[in-house]
Every structure is written in structure tokens, then in C-alpha cells.
């Protein structure tokens, strides 16, 4: 069983969405939200599966359905269709644990989990978080994190590439943050320090999940991305008010 996160972020950043001219009063029904939870458990003996899920439901059904797709790719099983409800993403979680503790009964529990928060939001922008853990047997769970950003004026998803405007300063100050995070020397090259993983050429890189919180842009590298999974993720954070020119939206 394979879960497809970063696949879902890459194919879900580079959607876009029609745009219509509101009034004031529709636009903000369209952006504003409250939280859903789904939380489910199967139990067989002392085992049990468990799904939990928190959301933000926006007035927006387009954004609406592109959240829940996100969550069902996220816990989806390799071959499962894309067009898969939320609800029926669900039971089909936790059919594939009954089915496998019908034919192996010594199978130990499953947990999925997903939080989604609005980590952002300006007059211009929009950006959610999603984190993610799940355990499926194996030598450990797996937790991953995914950034979406919206430019609300447009109604249109922003992907990474369209979101960076200067990629080589953008990846000098990120490289700075690293090292602190990391405690590794301005003499050091990183790929000498053998604790992390570099690029087809060796070279440090940006993240997948680059997203908004606060008056902060994040690159959050999740585990093995850059690292093994003792590592753990690395989340640096640059202030915005550094990053004008370097990267949308942070202009004042």
C-alpha cells in the first residue's frame, strides 16, 4: 500500500479556478468558513481502525470540493479512483483494515488523521495547511505536510514556480535558516556533512510544501525530503517582511 501525498500536492497546486466578479458582501460568504470533523473507529477484539479529520467548509464549492479532494488522495490507496467522495474515502479506509483482519487476524491497529487549517488569510491571499499522520503496520507511522495558496482576487490556485519570483535568493536565505536549524558551519558544504539529501547535483533545494503562517513564509521539509526519516521534517521560516521581490504576495 502506498499513500500518494506528494502526488496529491503537486497535482492539486496546479489547478485553477474560474473567477466571477461578487459584491462585497458574496465575496466574503466565499471565504468565510467554519470546521468539520469526521471522526470514525472500527474495532475487531482489541484492535481497531480510526479515521479523524478536521476541515474548514467554505462558502466556495468549487475550493469546497478541491479541500476534500485533497484529503481523500491523501488517504487513499494506490489504484483507488481520484473521484472517490470524502465519505466514501472513508469506509474505504476502513473496509481495507476489516478486509485484512478477516484474512490476518493478528494484524495490529490503523489510524489515519488529517488536520486542515487556514494558516493564512489577507485581502489577496488565502493559505491552508494540511498535516497528515497515518499508520498502516510497517516499522513507523508516517506524518506529511502540504501548503495550498490561493489568490483570492483571481480565484486561482498558486503553485510553487508562480509563487517565486527570485528562486536564487529565495534559496540563499533559505540555505542560511538551514544551516542554523542544522548547526552546520559556513565552511561546511553540506553534502561533506553526510547527514542530508541533496540534489541530483548535490546542491541544497526549496521544499514542496511552501506556505504562509502568520507574518512568516515556511518551507517545510518533510521527512525524507531531505533528510532520513530520523531527522525528521525541518520547517524554516522567513519573515515577509524580507521577501518583497523575492516572493508574491509580500508586498506591502
Known amino acids: 500500500m502506498k499513500f500518494n501525498h506528494l502526488l496529491a500536492f503537486v497535482v492539486v497546486s496546479a489547478l485553477v479556478f474560474s473567477c466571477q466578479t461578487k459584491k462585497p458582501e458574496e465575496s466574503q460568504e466565499r471565504w468565510a468558513f467554519e470546521i468539520k470533523k469526521i471522526e470514525q473507529k472500527t474495532c475487531a477484539g482489541k484492535e481497531c481502525v480510526s479515521v479523524d479529520i478536521s476541515y474548514p467548509v467554505f462558502g466556495d464549492e ?93 480565484g486561482q490556485g498558486i503553485t510553487n514556480s508562480e509563487l517565486i519570483l527570485e528562486e536564487r535568493t529565495l534559496l540563499s536565505k533559505a540555505e542560511v535558516e538551514f544551516r542554523k536549524y542544522h548547526a552546520v558551519g559556513e565552511d561546511m558544504n553540506l553534502k561533506d556533512d553526510g547527514r542530508f539529501f541533496l540534489n541530483e547535483r548535490d546542491e541544497f533545494f526549496l521544499p514542496a510544501a511552501i506556505g504562509f503562517e502568520l507574518d512568516s513564509l515556511v518551507l517545510y521539509y518533510n ?22 521581490g523575492i516572493v508574491a504576495f509580500t508586498n506591502k
Not at 494506490?78 to 472513508?90: C, F, H, I, K, R
Not at 525541518?234 to 515577509?240: A, G, S
Open 62 to 154: 468549487k475550493l469546497q470540493s478541491l479541500i476534500e479532494r485533497i484529503i481523500v488522495q491523501g488517504m487513499s490507496f494506490e489504484g483507488q479512483p481520484e473521484t472517490l467522495s470524502l465519505d466514501s474515502a472513508v469506509q474505504g479506509f476502513i473496509g481495507e483494515y476489516i478486509a485484512l483482519k478477516k484474512e490476518f487476524p493478528d494484524a495490529i491497529s490503523w489510524e489515519y488523521s488529517m488536520e486542515v487549517r487556514v494558516s493564512y488569510q489577507s485581502d489577496s491571499l488565502l493559505s491552508l495547511v494540511f498535516d497528515s499522520f497515518s499508520f498502516t503496520g510497517g516499522a513507523h507511522p508516517n506524518s506529511f505536510r502540504s501548503y495550498l495558496n490561493f489568490d483570492k482576487n483571481t
Open 223 to 244: 521527512s525524507y525530503e531531505i533528510g532520513p526519516y530520523v531527522m525528521g521534517p525541518t520547517e524554516l521560516k522567513l519573515p515577509l517582511s524580507e521577501l518583497a
